[in-house]
């Protein structure tokens, strides 16, 4: 236990310590030297996050900085001290990160040259950022990585300077930005209340204090901003805009994992300190759960209606996102690993597509899938790691995303969120597969609703071997492949370190589970085998199938001060539940 | 007076949202989020004010002097620098899209276009 306490801290200052060094060299240092370093430091990341996390299955591991024990004071319930705390769940979250950002330095081999290593220096702030997010147990430290993680992330997405990165830039620091004030008021509501900003201490007051509207007003507060990073209906429509226009690169990080850690925190607030209210538990149960189903519905039909391929997979993130959320508002132990595992399966999987987005772009300055049609067929590898990719987010029956969606199933009670689970699986998958059919396979169909979606000519820097970009993605898809049964123990101890309330458990995930992968088939190939509507009724049946679309095309306007009102609805509704619901 | 602090923070919080929303240019809508965020600093220093009480600085008091809470003062200057690194972002951000753009109306500012 010595060795690792003394280590945690360094789980975050490493990367810190070694951007700063780099942005004080980086008129000095060789060219390649900034991509080599920050690969081993985030791969020596894994190492120490997974070793940790295999430590602390003994017990929570403690770091308190400056030795600011809780014993300090002198008193019981006064914490001067801001703590890093351990647990198997957080430590495997910072390893899967830092995992996903060495593939996506690798990916990334070279293609920011002319920068010297500002790219490297933002990547590695904001792996810290991730990182002190998982580890700390201190709300104001969660806070303050909370925002660490954004404005690293802003300045990744204005990064190209294009005109495009930039107002999604503008959009998603606007819409973040807002959402940390409003969780900046959260922590201070609940500091009023309990007087402290240590999760469990804050736990145990709040369990032991009446009802109290101001506690669950904190609640709100910290909610919003949560939901805003994880882009949950209301709170998504930034979403579409950063991922679509940021470096291929660096949306793999966004899809991959930072939205899902959004999410992560809301989890560990919800079991760490507000489990004993039973008004904010009720609204988890409720409120979160029936958001969660309208992020997977509106997440997968809008998916469907796109045509840029990081459009398209940006959407499909906002769909699994909400299954994620499902998950959580379960609140229990078998939702909470079907969560764990969600999170590294998607993030597998959807790192891949980006990169695969990222290759098409660099090959032929275009994402979008009606260009591209039949263009992808000397990159045959690409196709067949998309294709499987595809299959994966649809519901194949194998791997780590099928494991997590049957866990997710077990512990959800409701049909509403058996149906959008399987709708927002089966029309993302479906989405790209379409995508994959049309580029490399010259499949074509007549394009109905995908046709009106917007789309934009982008350039990315294309002398990068093939091989090297596809490297990550195989490796990427061959974990993703690998059943969760692996880690069973590991995964039991995990989640119900985090929740241990233990529900009955649901059946019908098999049957849920086919539907879905017919769904996810079926729906592709009735798009590409889709003839031009001729007689009146056809005509008609078309109209009515688009009507839909168009309209969920006219909300996501791409306007931020729409975004703004969308966020206050979400906030009110989630309020207006307390109050009266 | 704490209750008087609460209601200016929500004041400030509602106004610098209507601005947000109905704004039409980049500059003034940087100008309303920081609007929105003394929301948070009022809140967080009635959060910690005690009447009669001092700064929280004892190098001259001897320990044990009413002081208003440190830990809200704390918070409240963290915030301010995350903030300024934030409104340098937007407003560098709204200096680019204008370059390209010739406009700063969010109106007429979307990421993607249809395709007409």
Request: hydrophobic share 55%.
């Amino acid at each position: 236990m010595g060795l690792a306490h003394q280590l945690t801290p360094f789980a975050a200052l490493l990367p810190l310590g070694v951007a700063f060094l780099m942005l004080a060299l980086s008129h000095w240092l060789p060219p390649r030297s900034a991509d080599v370093t920050s690969l081993v430091v985030s791969l020596g990341l894994v190492v120490l996050c997974g070793w940790l996390a295999i430590e602390s299955l003994h017990g929570p591991i403690l770091h308190w900085f400056g030795a600011w024990t809780p014993e300090v004071s002198g008193k019981p319930d006064v914490m001067l001290g801001i703590a890093f705390s351990v647990d198997p769940a957080s430590a495997a979250v910072a390893a899967f990160c830092a995992l996903l950002f060495a593939g996506s330095f690798v990916f990334a081999w070279g293609y920011f040259d002319k920068v010297h290593a500002h790219f490297h220096i933002l990547m590695l702030l904001f792996l810290a950022a991730m990182i002190g997010f998982c580890l700390t147990r201190d709300l104001f430290n969660l806070f303050v990585w909370f925002e660490l993680m954004g404005i690293a992330a802003f300045a990744l997405t204005a990064y190209p300077l294009g005109k495009s990165s930039l107002e999604g830039a503008f959009n998603f620091t606007v819409t973040n930005a807002l959402g940390s004030f409003l969780m900046l008021a959260g922590v201070g509501l609940l500091y009023a209340r309990t007087g402290t900003l240590d999760f469990v201490t804050m736990g145990r007051v709040i369990a032991s204090v009446p009802p109290d509207p101001v506690i669950a007003g904190g609640f709100c507060l910290l909610a919003t901003a949560l939901l805003t990073k994880a882009a949950i209906v209301p709170f998504h429509m930034w979403l579409s805009d950063a991922h679509a226009v940021a470096p291929s690169p660096v949306s793999v990080i966004f899809s991959g994992v930072m939205v899902s850690l959004g999410l992560f925190g809301l989890l560990k607030l919800i079991a760490m300190v507000f489990a004993g209210d039973a008004q904010v538990m009720m609204l988890v149960h409720v409120v979160l759960f029936w958001l969660g189903v309208a992020t997977a519905v509106v997440g997968g039909l809008m998916a469907w209606a796109q045509r840029h391929l990081k459009r398209l997979l940006a959407f499909s993130t906002i769909a699994h996102l909400g299954v994620m959320l499902i998950a959580i508002a379960s609140v229990s132990a078998i939702g909470t690993e079907g969560f764990l595992v969600y999170l590294v399966g998607h993030g597998l999987v959807k790192g891949t597509l980006f990169m695969i987005a990222g290759i098409l772009l660099a090959r032929f300055n275009s994402v979008d899938e009606l260009e591209l049609y039949g263009e992808g067929r000397s990159l045959w590898p690409a196709g067949i790691a998309m294709g499987l990719a595809g299959l994966l987010l649809g519901g194949l029956p194998w791997g780590l995303l099928h494991d997590a969606t049957d866990s997710v199933h077990a512990g959800n009670h409701g049909v509403a969120g058996v149906v959008a689970i399987i709708v927002g699986t089966a029309l993302t998958g479906a989405a790209v597969l379409r995508a994959t059919g049309r580029i490399f396979l010259r499949w074509s169909g007549v394009p109905a609703v995908e046709l009106v979606a917007p789309t934009e000519r982008e350039r990315e820097k294309g002398n990068r071997p093939l091989w090297l970009m596809l490297l990550p993605c195989v490796v990427m898809l061959a974990i993703a492949l690998l059943p969760a049964d692996l880690a069973e123990s590991f995964l039991h101890s995990a989640a119900s370190g985090l929740v241990a309330r233990v529900v009955p458990h649901e059946g019908g995930g098999t049957l849920a589970a086919a539907i879905t992968f017919a769904l996810t088939i079926l729906i592709p190939a009735a798009s590409l085998l889709r003839r031009r509507p001729i007689r009146k009724f056809a005509r008609r049946a078309v109209e009515a199938e688009t009507a839909p679309f168009y309209a969920l095309h006219v909300l996501h306007s791409g306007r931020v001060t729409d975004y703004v009102v969308w966020m206050m609805v979400g906030l009110a509704v989630l309020a207006g539940w307390l109050k009266f619901g | 007076m704490n209750v008087l602090a609460w209601c200016v923070a929500a004041w400030l919080l509602g106004v610098g949202i209507y601005g947000i929303v109905t704004s039409r240019h980049y500059v003034h809508l940087i100008g309303c989020m920081t609007v929105c965020q003394s929301a948070t600093y009022v809140l967080l220093l009635g959060i910690g004010f005690r009447w009669g009480a001092g700064a929280p600085i004892f190098y001259d008091h001897p320990p044990g002097t009413p002081a208003v809470d440190p830990v809200m003062q704390a918070l409240v200057l963290t915030d301010i620098v995350v903030s300024a690194s934030m409104t340098a972002l937007l407003l560098a951000i709204a200096l680019q899209v204008h370059k390209r753009r010739c406009t700063l109306d969010p109106q007429h500012l979307r990421p993607l276009r249809p395709r007409e």
